[in-house]
Structures are given as structure tokens and as C-alpha cells.
């Protein structure tokens, strides 16, 4: 492991708290110390998009995970009963599940290590037109200059991937709609 | 509005269930039949804007992309433009019966259900693997809600566990996808099977893992072993339609997914081979898992979880088969798609007829179906010729079903795969006959006649009379998925 | 790359630093016995003033809590897809206009859904 920029000094940095955090996630006794090492762990993950140039999805990653869902995670401790949360999580299968943990962690360190991955093309350089696709992301603005990621993402969202982005919002009712009737209770009914 | 025009039944199957939302927040509360009709009627233009794709289909192009290339709107998407409506139709009607028991929540059922739909069908349009995600998405969340729909102990349980297993195996499919992306720079599925068609043989291995990733996600969606963990509980607590739904919708769904990413996309010759070896292992472990747990059920919509286990393990023979076939490709997918056909013609035949009988007897358990000859004479003939077919006898749908996809695995050199096919039909002819022998041959503790409903009738008359007719005629579907099948020929 | 992010690093060991240095002098300052240590019952009250902290916090809270957490999340995924449309909106014109006036139009039936079935009232 040869470190030669500051760049990879704060990768390593982050991606050995986030690991650990996400061990602890795993290991702590209590189910509120697992959920705080979780929220440690989505936060330290937006910083290593950040290093990746994705400053969009850092940004969803702390508004979204960062708060929305760890908040969830905390209200669904919390609404759940004490005595069904306490104490270690551990069942008995315990020592199966660390062999094959294990075991995947290799093939896929194993498999990540010797495969040559496709460069990211550099958004500037990318050819505007595939043979595949009808129309091809288009990553520079009128003037030719280099988008930011949140320019292309949001360019991306509305020629691309414009199916994808109103079916997303369709999930979103789905599952508003799922949660309320779900966590209305029957006494509730009267309307 | 080209593009528009290609997911034309999709966004009408949303509208419906938009309308079916909103219908039911303005102040007078609409009854739920008018919900129901409103969703029948999507179905129904649904179906038609399919017809008219079809009827210009055959004088254009053979493949329609729209959407910046990320809906792919061929034969193979008609196919299942057609199929996914029509379930939701016999579900609908299905389900008039069974909502008596839950007044005002019909609209959040319905719209669901047409969610669930639309999504199923701009899965099998899908030609990219966003697009891919998000579709299964809208299924699964939906799917979730609507397996602890009834919110009582088993129910809830039901959607629990079919969150959590669903979660983790969604999140190995998307692990799958973020290889493909690596591997490829696109998330287009043809640009990714470009790049594996020019794959170096160090990224075979990766290709190949993704392929196992994205098997967890399909799988999952069509509960073969290992990822059935979840279809008897879920098909135990769900509400009988939903269960209905899920053991035809859900699995077609997952093999129209499956048949696209693996041959459509992943199918070049360097790796087809290794994945199809993986699904014909699959198959086999299905069948024989399926069949043998399905053997000790006492409470049939149980058994109908194992058993559908069973018969998604008899598509996979036909997936295992295509890959393998290598050039002959279409025999074996046009197998595929015809078994799909004829199964969800059958389960839901089978399921209504459980429905009516269940909705009176207010019981699953098999026991008690002992003597429903005497009871109710039609619906225990519906069942019996039902159970016939998921066994695989003449003159059936079924029969067809399982000659056409064995045949296609013989032709691709999958002797071994056959022989543990033909056994497993021996071991579920025991179960399934099993119910048919105590249904007719065996006196009733009650004697109290089994009405069924007319709503019920009408769906049970269409899909017998459905497996009948391609039980004596089964050319004309066959050709029809013969054609659906014709996108992956090379 | 890094030049930007720089500041904001900069920042957050910054602020974490602080409320580190500070518990270290108290434990240094405690060490040469300059901080005294009289711990009393008052002291150790887990609030000064207000009511007095009674049992465990270990009871189930209730469930409308969750509900108001899940429509936060869902919102805040709205929020998520509209700011890169803000951003693309020049270029994009009519389209995105539109496309992102379904988007909400979508999520707005979601919202009156949760009015209506009174998701936002605390019972």
C-alpha cells in the first residue's frame, strides 16, 4: 500500500473509521450504540463520495441517510418493546455466518483486486453519440464548459433517465401510502 | 410523444391507480366497486393501447426504443403488456368477494395492486438497469405493503418477513448492478452487452459474479431455492388474491426480468455456458425442494407456496436450456414463455376456486376440503382439472407446458435435468392428486352446500376454460410466444 | 480536488477538536487537583432544572412518532430530486419544467393522501 497523495492519506482515514464503525454496527450489545455507529458510518461514506467528485450524492448521502434515516432507525428502536432489545442479537448461527462472511469477503476482494475496470471516461471526453443510445448524455454546457456533477446529474435526470426519475417519485407514494395504512391501526378506522 | 405513446398501457395502469387514490379522498367516498371498475377499466384500455401497439409492430420495426434508449418496447414487452393486465383483471375480480371483509380500505388495495402492475410491465420494457431497479422497486415495496395487508399476527408477519428478505436480496442485485457499471461504463443494457462481447477473459470472473448477484435479485422475485425462504409464510399470511398475484405476477415478472438481463444482455458465449449451469442447479434444487416440503402441507395455501417453488424451478429448466442450446435459441424461450402462460392460467384458476371455497368454508386447511364434491360439485371440478394441470397431464395446459420446456432441455444435451423433472412430476402428481382424491372420494363432515360468487364464477369460467383450450389447442399460443421470443434469436 | 474541500476538512477537525481539548484540560486540570471534585446528588442530576427524571428511558415510545419520521424521509428525498433540477432548469427548459411538475404533482397526491387519512394529526 504506497500513499501518494493527501487524497489517499484521508481515504484511508475515512474508510478505516467507516469501517470500524460499521463492525461496531455489528458487535455493539446495544441496539442504540448499533444505530449510532450506523449513522457514523452513512456520514463517513458521504466523505468518501466527496473524494470521488460526487458532491451530488455526498449531499443526499448526509441529507438522506445522515438525517432522514438514521432518525428513522432511532424512532424504530424506539418504538420498540425494551425487552425485545436489548442484550446481544446473536443467534446460533453465529459461527456460520462469520465463515461465510468471510468467505465472501475474499472471493470479492479476490475477484475486485484482479479484474480490470472500465477508466471512467472523463465527462468532457465522452463521445456524444453511442451507437446504442438514441440520445447520449450530453456533458458539457452550451459553452463547453465541464458540468459539475450536479449540472449532469440533473441533465441526466431529465433527458436519460426521465422514466426512472417520475417512477421514483411513484415508489415514494407507494410507500407513503404503505407506511400510513400499515401504521394505522385498526381503531383508527373511523374516518 | 412518440415515447409516450410506447408506455401508453404503463402510464394508464399508474392513472388508474392514481384515480383509484384520489377518487377515494374526495368527500363522497366512493363505494369500493366503483374503485374495482375503475381498475378494470384500466385494464381494459390497458390491454386495447397493447393491441395497437401490436397491430403497427407488425408493419414496423422490429425493435422500438424510446426514452433516451432506456425503454425497450418489442415483442418480447408486448408479450407482457398483455399477460401482467390480465392477471391484475382476474385479481380484480378475485378480490370483490374477498373485500367484504374490509370495507374502506379497498382503494389503498387497488392502487396498489395497479402499481404493482405498472411496474411489472415497465419491468419487461426495461433496457437499462436504472430503469431495471426502480421497476422491481415499485413491485416490491407495493408488494410488501400488500402482504401485511391484513394487518392480524400471520399477516403482518408475512410482510415483515418479505421486507427484510427482500431488502437484503435487492441489496445483492444492486451490488450486482454496480459490477456491470464498473465493468461496462454504462448502464445501458445493450452497451453492456457490448462490452462483454469484448471482454477480456480477467473480467469474466467479475461478469460472472455480477451475473450471481443479479440471480439473487430475479430469484428472489421468482422464489427459486435458495431465495424461497419467504413465498410459504408470505403466501400463508397474504390475502388469498394478493397470494393469487404473487404466485403468477411476481414470478412472471422476475422471468421476464431474467430472460432479458441474462439473455438479452449477458448471453455471449464466453459466460452463458457457467450461468446457465448455475440456473440448471437451481432448477433442480427447486423442483426437488419444492416438491418435497409441498408433500407434509397441511394448509393449502401453503402447499400452493412450495408447490410454486416447485414450478418455478420447471421454468428455470427451460432458462438453463436456452443458454446451453447456444444457437438454438428461440425453441427454448418460446418454451419458457409458453409455460408461463399456461401456469398462470392454471395457479389462477386453482386459486379462485380455493378462493370460493375458502371465502365459505372460512379455512385453508386441506382437511377440509374432504368431500367438496358433494358440496360444490363445479368448483371441486375447476380445482381437480386445476391440479391436473400443475401436475402435468393431457388434456391440460400443463401438459403442453412441461412437454415443450423438457423437450427444450433434452435438445440442449440437459438428460440428467429432464430425469429430475420427470421424477419431481411423479412426486407432485402424489400431493396434487392427493387433494383431488380427498375432494372427490372422501364423505364431508359438513354437508352445507359452497356457493360461489358471480364476480368469482366469471373469472374461474375463463381461466379453466383458458387452460383447456390450450390443453387441446396449443398451437396458437405457442406461436404467439414463439414470436415474443424471436427478440433473442441471433 | 481536495483545494475545496480543504476548508470544510479543516472545519470538522476543527469542531471536533474542540470539545475533545476541552474534556482533556478538564481531566488535566483534575489531574493537579486545580478542578475540584465534589460529585452531590444535585450535581449529578441528569437535568439542573425542569422536572426531575423519573424511571427508565428505555419505554416504548409511540408509534406516530415513526409515522411523522417516514413522511420526513420521503419529503426529503422529494427535496433530494428537485435541487439538480434547479440546477439543469436553464438548459433544460419546457421538459424539465414540466417533467419535475409531475414528479411533485405525484408526491402531492402522497401528501393529500396522508391529510385526509390524518397521518398528520398526533393521537
Not at chain 2, 360439485?377 to 380445482?383: C, R, S
Amino acid at each position: 500500500m504506497q500513499i501518494h497523495s493527501t487524497e489517499q492519506v484521508v481515504f484511508y482515514l475515512l474508510a478505516v473509521v467507516a469501517v470500524a464503525a460499521a463492525l461496531g454496527v455489528v458487535f455493539a450489545q446495544d441496539i442504540i450504540h448499533s444505530a449510532l455507529f450506523l449513522v457514523v458510518t452513512l456520514i463517513l461514506t458521504a466523505g468518501v463520495y466527496v473524494l470521488l467528485s460526487a458532491e451530488f450524492l455526498s449531499l443526499v448521502q448526509v441529507l438522506v441517510y445522515g438525517g432522514g434515516v438514521s432518525i428513522l432507525v432511532m424512532f424504530a428502536v424506539m418504538i420498540t418493546r425494551v425487552r425485545d432489545a436489548r442484550g446481544p442479537l446473536d443467534g446460533a448461527q453465529k459461527p456460520i455466518a462469520i465463515v461465510a462472511g468471510l468467505a465472501i469477503v475474499t472471493v470479492l476482494v479476490l475477484m475486485i483486486s484482479r479484474t480490470e475496470w472500465q477508466q471512467a471516461i472523463p465527462a468532457v471526453n465522452r463521445p456524444d453519440e453511442s451507437p446504442v443510445r438514441v440520445q447520449r448524455v450530453i456533458t458539457q454546457t452550451d459553452k463547453g464548459q465541464l458540468m459539475s456533477d450536479t449540472d449532469a446529474i440533473g441533465h441526466d435526470l431529465f433527458t436519460t433517465f426521465a422514466v426512472p426519475f417520475e417512477v421514483a417519485s411513484l415508489v415514494l407514494l407507494v410507500a407513503l401510502v404503505g407506511a400510513i395504512y400499515l401504521a394505522r391501526g385498526e381503531e383508527d378506522e373511523v374516518t | 410523444m412518440e415515447n409516450l405513446d410506447r408506455i401508453g398501457p404503463v402510464l394508464v395502469m399508474f392513472l388508474a391507480a392514481g384515480l383509484v387514490l384520489v377518487l377515494d379522498l374526495l368527500p363522497p367516498r366512493s363505494n369500493k366497486r366503483v374503485l374495482a371498475e375503475v381498475g378494470l377499466v384500466g385494464v381494459v384500455l390497458s390491454a386495447l393501447w397493447t393491441a395497437a401497439l401490436l397491430i403497427r409492430e407488425t408493419g414496423g420495426s422490429p425493435t422500438d426504443l424510446a426514452f433516451a434508449g432506456t425503454v425497450i418496447v418489442d415483442n418480447f414487452t408486448l408479450f407482457f403488456y398483455f399477460l401482467f393486465p390480465a392477471i391484475t383483471g382476474f385479481v380484480i375480480l378475485g378480490s370483490l368477494d374477498y373485500l367484504d371483509q374490509m370495507a374502506d380500505r379497498a382503494a389503498e388495495y387497488f392502487a396498489l395492486l395497479l402499481a404493482i402492475t405498472g411496474g411489472a410491465m415497465l419491468l419487461a420494457a426495461s433496457n437499462d438497469l436504472i430503469l431495471i431497479f426502480i421497476a422491481l422497486e415499485l413491485q416490491s415495496v407495493s408488494q410488501y405493503v400488500l402482504a401485511g395487508f391484513l394487518r392480524d399476527s400471520r399477516s403482518s408477519e408475512a410482510g415483515l418477513k418479505y421486507l427484510l428478505l427482500g431488502a437484503t436480496s435487492v441489496a445483492v442485485m444492486l451490488y450486482g448492478m454496480a459490477l456491470l457499471y464498473g465493468l461496462s461504463g454504462s448502464t445501458a443494457l445493450p452497451d453492456i452487452a457490448a462490452a462483454l462481447r469484448t471482454a477480456s477473459d480477467g473480467q469474466k470472473a467479475a461478469y460472472l459474479a455480477a451475473a450471481g448477484a443479479l440471480a439473487v435479485g430475479f430469484g428472489f422475485k421468482m422464489a427459486i431455492v435458495p431465495f424461497q425462504m419467504w413465498a410459504p409464510d408470505v403466501y400463508q399470511g397474504a390475502p388469498t388474491p394478493v397470494t393469487a398475484y404473487l404466485s403468477v405476477g411476481s414470478k412472471a415478472a422476475g422471468f421476464a426480468i431474467t430472460l432479458r438481463m441474462f439473455y438479452g444482455t449477458l448471453g455471449a458465449d464466453s459466460i452463458a455456458g457457467d450461468w446457465a449451469n448455475m440456473f440448471a442447479l437451481m432448477a433442480a434444487l427447486s423442483m426437488t425442494a419444492g416438491n418435497v416440503l409441498a408433500l407434509q402441507q397441511s394448509n393449502i395455501k401453503r402447499l400452493f407456496g412450495y408447490s410454486s417453488i416447485a414450478q418455478a424451478g420447471n421454468f428455470l429448466v427451460g432458462v438453463a436450456a436456452i443458454a446451453s442450446a447456444g444457437g438454438r435459441f428461440t425453441v427454448s424461450s418460446s418454451a419458457v414463455l409458453f409455460f408461463i402462460l399456461a401456469y398462470t392460467f392454471t395457479n389462477l384458476g386453482a386459486f379462485f376456486a380455493i378462493l370460493a371455497i375458502s371465502n365459505r368454508i372460512r379455512s385453508d386447511r386441506i382437511a377440509d376440503y374432504a368431500g367438496m364434491w358433494k358440496r360444490a360439485p363445479l368448483l371441486a371440478l375447476v380445482l381437480a382439472f386445476c391440479l391436473v394441470s400443475l401436475t402435468g397431464l393431457p388434456p391440460t395446459a400443463g401438459f403442453w407446458a412441461k412437454l415443450y420446456v423438457f423437450n427444450a432441455a433434452l435438445r440442449a444435451d440437459m438428460v440428467w435435468l429432464v430425469v429430475i423433472g420427470v421424477i419431481n412430476t411423479l412426486v407432485s402428481a402424489y400431493y396434487y392428486l392427493g387433494i383431488v382424491r380427498s375432494m372427490f372420494f372422501t364423505d364431508p363432515r359438513v354437508e352445507s352446500p359452497v356457493q360461489p360468487t358471480v364476480s368469482l364464477s366469471l373469472s374461474m369460467a375463463v381461466a379453466t376454460l383458458g387452460v383447456l383450450a390450450i390443453g387441446l389447442l396449443p398451437g396458437p399460443l405457442l406461436n404467439v410466444a414463439e414470436r415474443a421470443a424471436t427478440v433473442f434469436a441471433r | 480536488m481536495l483545494g475545496q474541500w480543504g476548508h470544510m476538512g479543516f472545519l470538522v477537525v476543527v469542531g471536533l477538536s474542540l470539545p475533545a481539548v476541552a474534556l482533556v484540560i478538564s481531566f488535566l486540570l483534575g489531574l493537579v487537583k486545580i478542578r475540584p471534585k465534589d460529585p452531590n446528588a444535585i450535581k449529578q442530576d441528569t437535568y439542573e432544572c425542569g422536572i426531575e427524571a423519573e424511571g427508565s428511558a428505555w419505554v416504548q415510545f409511540h408509534s406516530g412518532y415513526y409515522v411523522f419520521a417516514l413522511l420526513f424521509v420521503v419529503f426529503d428525498i422529494e427535496t433530494v430530486f428537485l435541487y439538480p433540477w434547479a440546477v439543469a432548469l436553464r438548459q433544460e427548459k419546457l421538459f424539465a419544467f414540466v417533467d419535475a411538475l409531475l414528479f411533485i404533482a405525484i408526491l402531492g397526491v402522497g401528501y393529500v393522501y396522508a391529510w385526509r387519512k390524518r397521518a398528520f394529526e398526533w393521537r
